[in-house]
């Protein structure tokens, strides 16, 4: 069973409150765009039938329009021949082609108005269905959102993130420990040196300052030979 009964009732309808109703928007707004695009269909063939149907009467009309015009010839022909009785019954045909014609055109007029509520009701339609397609497409990107973040954070959640992040736990310890042991080895670099360093430290001296002396030497007979 369709969602709409007829045409009116898919022009009237409020796609919006409909889905929002909707236990599952997805499949309802996949359902009205296929009675929409049905029901397009449907119009547009009854527009069509009556453009045919008033193409036929206007061919009729035109038929009786000309029969109305050979009727009064013949009844002025009967008449310019003293024949009063056969004018008389030519004008008599004339009139039924008169009438007729008078007929098919109300009949055509009515073709008329029906053709301009299909043609407003393809254009509403065609709206609605033109609505209903930018709504499909806004939820299914909605859907599709919804669908990668729960993808996301069910990997975030999951057993390889929680490995992954069990790993950077245990390099960051690693780290910790390594930085630690490099602390604790500077711990009492800076304190109060023992006998055996202060002696060492005084040789080092002797040699830096023997050394400096060669050196001061060395650049005076530099000097002197240039």
Excluded at 31 to 41: G, W, Y
Excluded at 98 to 109: G, K, P
Excluded at 156 to 166: C, E, I, L, P, T
Aim: proline fraction near 1%.
């Amino acid at each position: 069973m369709g969602i709409f009964s007829r045409t009116r009732d898919i022009i009237a309808a409020n796609v919006t409150d409909l889905l929002d109703r909707s236990e599952d928007p997805a499949k309802l707004i996949r359902m009205i765009i296929m009675e929409m695009e049905e029901t397009l269909v449907e119009v547009r063939a009854s527009a069509a039938r009556t453009i045919a149907d008033k193409k036929e009467l206007q061919r009729h009309i035109a038929k009786l329009d000309h029969l109305q015009a050979d009727w009064t010839e013949k009844a002025q022909l009967a008449l310019s021949k003293d024949r009063e009785d056969l004018a008389k019954a030519a004008l008599v045909e004339r009139k039924k082609a008169v009438d007729m014609a008078e007929q098919l055109r109300s009949e055509v007029a009515v073709l008329d108005d029906a053709l301009k509520a299909s043609e407003a009701d393809i254009h509403k339609l065609q709206k609605k269905l033109i609505d209903a397609r930018a709504r499909q497409n806004a939820l299914m990107t909605r859907l599709e959102s919804a669908e990668n973040q729960v993808k996301l954070r069910t990997m975030y959640n999951g057993d390889k993130v929680r490995d992954a992040f069990s790993r950077f736990d245990d390099l960051e310890r690693r780290v910790d420990e390594a930085q630690g042991y490099a602390d604790a080895l500077a711990i009492g670099a800076d304190g109060p040196k023992t006998l055996g360093e202060e002696i060492d430290a005084l040789n080092a001296i002797d040699e830096v300052d023997a050394e400096l002396e060669a050196m001061k030497k060395a650049l005076k007979q530099a000097n002197q030979k240039g």
